[in-house]
Nanobody, 115 residues
Framework: QVQLVESGGGLVQPGGSLRLSCAASGSIFSIYAMGWYRQAPGKQRELVAVIISGGSTNYADSVKGRFTISRDNAKNTVYLQMNGLKPEDTAVYYC?????????WGQGTQVTVSS
């Protein structure tokens, strides 16, 4: 059974920063592209950042320049450094392979950006 556990979310003011972590168990993911996704209530889940096995990254236009995805393959962990947070970044953040495997979704971690 593959398990992905997200952590690091919280409540921050606009302009603040958070660092999310995604710890993987039950699988070795170092050879796979991994992504961070987010979903706000009533909205479709969207891909915000991707990192491939070789280290190349891609970002959604909405987060480009503010978010940085990285990975530590020795720790089976993917990170998302979020700076300059905006209220529209409020969502539950998930990690998964990219393209995602439907059965790999975890509980996510809530990010709330509000004054």
């Amino acid at each position: 059974q593959v398990q992905l556990v997200e952590s690091g979310g919280g409540l921050v003011q606009p302009g603040g920063s958070l660092r999310l972590s995604c710890a993987a168990s039950g699988s070795i993911f170092s050879i796979y592209a991994m992504g961070w996704y987010r979903q706000a209530p009533g909205k479709q889940r969207e891909l915000v950042a991707v990192i491939i096995s070789g280290g190349s990254t891609n970002y959604a236009d909405s987060v480009k320049g503010r978010f940085t995805i990285s990975r530590d393959n020795a720790k089976n962990t993917v990170y998302l450094q979020m700076n300059g947070l905006k209220p529209e970044d409020t969502a539950v953040y998930y990690c998964n392979r990219s393209p995602p495997f439907p059965g790999y979704w975890g509980q996510g971690t809530q990010v709330t950006v509000s004054s």
